[in-house]
């Protein structure tokens, strides 16, 4: 099982920017899609972004698309999401989870498909 690490978390202002990181514990994170998910407080567990193998599918939920990035270098066994223009919503603990199976527009929000989590990092956005 691929054990997930992420990092990048803090607190920011609204309209600010971070950069969360997921890497791979003793793994590397060339053969697995990844997914990043978020939590807030009183909320469920959300999915934000999937990036494929390769990079060649990515995929955003529409609360971040255009302001989340989802990259990966596959050198280092690391995927990022560059968010911009943070908002107060987007404060939540944030999980990238892996998969070996290939994220489609159907399925890529399905938490049941992610084989491994992370611990999560805290983002919040607050002035």
């Known amino acids: 099982q691929v054990q997930l690490v992420e990092s990048g978390g803090g607190l920011v202002q609204p309209g600010g920017s971070l950069r969360l990181s997921c890497t791979a514990a003793?793994?590397?994170?060339?053969?697995?899609?990844v997914g990043w998910f978020r939590k807030a407080p009183g909320k469920g567990r959300e999915a934000i972004s999937s990036?494929?193998?390769?990079?060649?599918?990515?995929y955003y939920a529409d609360s971040v698309k255009g302001r989340f990035t989802i990259s990966r270098d596959d050198p280092t066994s690391t995927i990022y999401l560059q968010m911009n223009n943070l908002k107060p919503e987007d404060t939540a603990i944030y999980y990238c989870a892996a998969r070996s199976s290939m994220p489609g527009a159907s399925t890529w929000r399905d938490e049941g498909q992610y084989e491994s989590w992370g611990q999560g990092t805290q983002v919040t956005v607050s002035s």
């Open positions: 990036i494929s193998k390769s990079a060649g599918r990515k």
């Open positions: 003793g793994f590397e994170l060339d053969a697995y899609a």
